[in-house]
């Protein structure tokens, strides 16, 4: 499986979830670099941002520049179509052409088949 060239960013539900559902982005970055993927985790790519609003449009636009620049792949955790956040992300990664994916099998198979 070549994953060399993969940039998986993560989205999910955050407002509403103990700890803004860090526990959930984190052990789904962790596995898929443990497969040898490379994830952009809005929690780590948005720390700069100093806002207790969640629903800072800061972290809204640092979301969509990172999935317009880096992002190949896009992976969703459970929840993520109750979010408007992720609902943009679903939308946006769409027009931008890239990659949509709902489970960690669904993203091992599209890289497996290359």
């Known amino acids: 499986m070549n994953t060399t060239k993969s940039n998986v ?5 955050i407002t509403g979830y103990d ?3 860090r526990p959930a982005f984190k052990a789904l970055q962790l596995e898929l670099e443990n ?5 952009l985790n809005p929690h780590e790519f948005c720390k700069s941002i100093k806002s207790p609003n ?16 880096q992002a190949t792949d896009i992976i969703f955790l459970d929840g993520w ?3 408007a956040g992720a609902q943009l ?8 052409g890239i990659g949509i994916h709902f489970s960690t099998e669904d993203l091992i ?3 497996s088949n290359k």
């Open 9 to 13: 960013y993560i989205a999910g539900p």
């Open 19 to 21: 700890d803004l559902n």
């Open 35 to 39: 497969l040898g993927f490379h994830t």
């Open 54 to 69: 969640p629903s800072d449009p800061r972290y809204y636009r640092a979301g969509m520049i990172t999935l317009a620049s």
């Open 81 to 83: 179509q109750y979010s």
């Open 89 to 96: 992300e679903h939308k946006a990664a769409a027009l931008f």
């Open 109 to 111: 198979r599209k890289y």
